[in-house]
């Protein structure tokens, strides 16, 4: 009888250093996980990379910045994106990565349209590119075929680079032959002669 107690005896000391222990080792990594200190992250989106610093900072978190687009409506080196985002409860220190505009606009190639393309088929591939078009500067030569582009003035080859969102102009043929505009031109001059031609009786 006397073995039994000593032994429940040592099963409770035991029983007891294990709780104790265990309970000790989940307070240690709940203050060494959490320290107690959660925070919030603040709404920055649209606002300046500096602005997003001091703020940020003052809650404890740190930045850093992961990608960067380019929407044209947005201020250059405003922040598009960021993770975590607004709302989410974070621990101090944590770091926020985030998305910001391009400070420049970027500058992407033309398209291949010249001397391979319809009218048509030039201005789906200007405008999927993210370009604009102005009116077409119509030429000598095949009706509705694409004969170059221009920008500013400058006549453009595939490949050159240019900014996203930039106006251009297709050259087009209007579908008359040098012929037929000297004989349009011949015409409007014997008509304007004719005009100033008076008979007396």
Do not use: C
């Not at 101090?92 to 048509?120: C, H, M, Q, W």
């Amino acid at each position: 009888m006397g073995r039994f107690r000593f032994l429940l005896g040592h099963w409770l000391v035991m029983g007891l250093l294990v709780f104790l222990l265990i309970g000790g080792v989940m307070f240690w990594l709940d203050k060494y996980t959490r320290q107690g200190e959660i925070v919030i992250v603040p709404e920055i989106k649209g606002k300046t990379v500096a602005y997003a610093e001091r703020l940020l900072h003052l809650k404890g978190l740190d930045y850093q910045v992961a990608d960067s687009n380019y929407v044209a409506d947005q201020l250059p080196g405003s922040i598009l994106e960021y993770t975590p985002s607004a709302g989410q409860t974070v621990k101090k220190g944590r770091i926020i990565y985030l998305t910001i505009n391009k400070e420049n606009v970027p500058e992407y190639p033309i398209p291949d349209v010249a001397d391979n393309s319809s009218v048509r088929q030039a201005e789906a591939k200007i405008t999927a590119a993210g370009f604009k078009l102005t009116e077409h500067k119509l030429i000598v030569g095949e009706k509705d075929w694409v004969y170059g582009v221009i920008y500013k003035g400058r006549s453009l080859v595939s490949g050159d680079k240019i900014p996203i969102g930039a106006t251009l102009t297709l050259v087009v043929g209007s579908g008359q032959d040098e012929e037929q505009t000297d004989l349009t031109e011949g015409d409007d001059s014997d008509t304007e002669g004719d005009e100033d031609t008076k008979f007396y009786d």
